[in-house]
């Protein structure tokens, strides 16, 4: 079991860390800081390159965290937070990633509230802190948390153009 949720970890962690290293940077097939800012503008945030600079480093933040197993409910917490917001972009697609759905970003809502609920494993830098186990009341916390930020997220950084009344 350990070695699945290492496996687990890695593979999620890397994934979240690089989609956030596309967001500010021209690596791993990135547009640049510039060209993050611009997919956040098309999605309806504002706040320009601030927002795709703080969505960059959360999702850096908690993937690298998540792949290291390091401070988990932390990690897990950002995990959801960021790849919900990516789940409400991509909403009005519907569910299939080949429609744009958001298919893929709720896998990894699922799969970080999956490792907040099991532990990161004995392959981990908290197991070798010696943190764990966790009270459990955290991986509720870190879910419930990584929800909610989402959430006031989207709802600070997204503007909508108002219509024009009749008349």
């Given at each position: 079991m350990d070695t699945g949720l290492?496996?687990?970890r890695l593979l999620t962690g890397l994934l979240v860390a690089?989609?956030?290293v596309q967001k500010i940077s021209f690596r791993l097939g990135g547009s640049g800081l510039a060209g993050g800012t611009e997919e956040f503008r098309h999605d309806g945030f504002r706040g320009g390159a601030l927002t795709a600079l703080a969505a960059g480093a959360g999702?850096?933040?908690s993937g690298l965290?998540?792949?290291c197993g390091a401070?988990?409910?932390v990690a897990t917490a950002g995990t959801v937070g960021v790849m919900t917001v990516a789940v409400t972009v991509k909403w009005s697609h519907g569910l299939w990633v080949q429609n744009d759905g958001y298919e893929y970003p709720l896998v990894l809502v699922v799969i970080a509230a999956a490792l907040a609920f099991t532990g990161p494993g004995r392959f981990s830098a908290d197991q070798a802190l010696g943190l764990l186990p966790?009270?459990?009341?955290?991986?509720?916390?870190a879910v419930a948390t990584g929800h909610h930020s989402a959430q006031g997220w989207t709802a600070a950084s997204?503007?909508?153009?108002?219509?024009p009344g009749p008349g």
């Open positions: 290492l496996v687990l690089g989609h956030g999702q850096i933040g965290l998540l792949a401070l988990t409910p966790w009270a459990p009341w955290w991986p509720v916390a997204t503007w909508r153009a108002k219509r």
